[in-house]
């Protein structure tokens, strides 16, 4: 594209209207047909292709947002500590290299110099994860995604949801049944639970990873809640419990809310 002009943003495409002229696809999924006339539709084509000088209706694609570029991974949040078994560990690296970031290996003792902290684990949280709730106060980004049984939890990534919170509203959610699920827990991380063959596979791994990685990309950059035409009813992110099912692959977001501190 040549210099000083601008493109379509990711998601959007201009084509051919089947009734007349140009229609346009935008970033959210809706479809709608343009009122140029050809000579104009031409114009905006070959700005858009970096063919051409931008004419004076391009003004109106910038102003609706329907211009821009791919944002790369900001510097000021690139340095992500990984926090997860080897296996794991080297495959949210390579995620996070990929998506543009800069992870480092941490422990839970040692976690300076970060922007943001990723831990992945092949079963229940660990109970020392609320430990590392403490991150939050310093400004470090916080997440957490664990397997239970045959389903992946991917916790919000967001200021004011540290892990214990999203740990009490689990138990609260389960009504009478919050004893067994406390239990579950304890009983994995004691190793006294009996389990089948549940393990992440190989190819589960880089699954998980990629969504971590795309997920804390898009805290990152501050990525804007928004309803689309295919989406219309999304969970904003730091709100949303996401569940991925590994043996059906149904993903299914529910509302997580901070707990609020008790009246003394």
């Known amino acids: 594209m040549s210099s000083g002009n601008e493109g379509l943003r990711p998601g959007a495409a201009l084509f051919p209207s089947p009734r007349n002229g140009m229609a346009l696809r935008d970033a959210n999924g809706n479809l709608f047909d343009l009122a ?48 997860a078994e080897p296996a794991i560990a080297q495959v949210l690296t390579a995620q996070f290299r990929r998506a543009g970031a800069a992870p480092v290996p941490v422990t839970a003792g040692d976690t300076a110099d970060v922007h943001a902290v990723c831990a992945v684990h092949d079963g229940p949280a660990p109970t020392w994860w609320s430990d590392l709730d403490s991150l939050l106060n310093k400004g470090i980004g916080w997440q957490r995604v664990y397997r239970e049984g045959r389903h992946v939890l991917f916790e919000p990534v967001a200021d004011d949801l540290p892990h214990a919170d999203v740990r009490a509203r689990r138990l609260a959610a389960a009504g009478s049944g919050h004893e067994h699920l406390e239990t579950y827990w304890t009983s994995c991380a004691t190793k006294e639970a009996v389990l089948g063959d549940e393990h992440l596979t190989a190819a589960e791994i880089t699954l ?57």
């Open 36 to 83: 140029l006339d050809e000579d104009t539709s031409t114009a905006v084509r070959a700005a858009l292709t970096g063919d051409g000088r931008p004419p004076a209706e391009l003004a109106a694609f910038r102003a609706a947002g329907h211009l821009g570029q791919r944002r790369p991974w900001p510097d000021e949040r690139a340095r992500i500590g990984i926090l």
């Open 208 to 264: 998980v990873c990629a969504m971590a990685a795309q997920d804390l990309e898009r805290w990152a950059r501050g990525t804007r809640h928004r309803e689309s035409a295919f989406v219309p009813e999304t969970i904003p992110p730091a709100r949303r419990l996401r569940v991925v099912d590994l043996d059906t692959f149904a993903i299914s977001d529910h509302p997580v809310l901070p707990v609020p501190p008790c009246a003394p």
